[in-house]
């Protein structure tokens, strides 16, 4: 299969290198820098430009892995004159219609990308849709050769999957930002020490449910503890706000 990938980010690098390895011939990166361009094209053997003109056009599949806010933009620019062409975008929280082609369609690899961290797409669910028949086919049939888990899903419900996977992943994450934070500033006790309970937190989650693997003083609404956490937190009240809003949150969702 040739394909075409519009945009050099971490996505863009991360799928690149899943489908060159698949058998993929990735024939061109475009970025709107020369040098995420030129870095992402010579690890994928390919030409590069940072020219919208310059694309090729004779790809089977043109993959366009952009930051939302730039996606309409460049695909209303680069499907100029391609109106036969397929095009696909890999954004979670936009709709499908955002690409302006008849041939249009959506390939979301739900994963954290990082471009200094290679990840096994063989793990990752990937969620696809098309505007015709045919185009989910051949779409299915790519994206099989990298994942394992491939699910058709609408725009409507996608963008539902997305928020959750916010709540997962990057509000997670954050939180764990926040216990850094206060491990430096209290002893500079390495982050490390946290790794063990988040990675067994994690691993309940494959035979529990994210709300019976719940655990801590709000669930037991232990007033006691968390008014000494708050008091605790009194010269952050930002966290603060977030730690009685979290703990809130916790008790209401268990107790219905």
């Not at 993959?63 to 806010?69: E, G, N, P, S």
């Not at 916010?166 to 490390?192: D, M, R, S, W």
Request: overall charge negative; glycine content about 4%; some cysteine.
């Amino acid at each position: 299969m040739k394909i075409v990938l519009i945009g050099a980010g971490n996505l863009a690098t991360n799928l690149g290198k899943a489908l060159l390895k698949r058998g993929h011939e990735v024939m061109q990166v475009w970025s709107r820098t020369k040098s995420s361009a030129s870095m992402l094209a010579n690890k994928l053997h390919c030409s590069y430009t940072t020219n919208m003109e310059e694309v090729v056009r004779e790809a089977d599949l043109f993959i366009i892995a952009v930051k939302d806010d730039v996606l309409s933009k460049v695909a209303d620019v680069l499907s100029d004159g391609r109106e036969n062409q397929f095009f696909v975008h890999t954004a979670g929280s936009m709709p499908m219609d955002v690409l302006p082609t008849e041939r249009r369609g959506v390939l979301y690899p739900m994963q954290t990308f990082s471009k200094q961290k290679e990840v096994d797409f063989s793990v990752i669910p990937c969620f696809i849709e098309a505007n015709h028949e045919e185009d989910f086919l051949l779409l299915r049939a790519i994206a099989l050769t990298i994942c394992l888990d491939v699910f058709a899903l609408n725009s409507e419900n996608r963008k539902y999957l997305h928020l959750a996977a916010v709540f997962c992943c990057n509000f997670a994450n954050h939180c764990y930002t926040l216990g850094e934070q206060l491990l430096k500033e209290h002893g500079n006790i390495p982050f490390g020490v946290m790794l063990p309970l988040i990675e067994e937190t994690a691993a309940k989650l494959h035979t529990l449910s994210p709300s019976e693997a719940q655990t801590g003083p709000a669930v037991r609404w232990d007033e006691n503890v968390m008014n000494k956490h708050m008091q605790l937190l009194a010269d952050k009240p930002n966290v603060q706000q977030i730690y009685e809003l979290l703990s809130k949150s916790i008790h209401s969702t268990l107790s219905k």
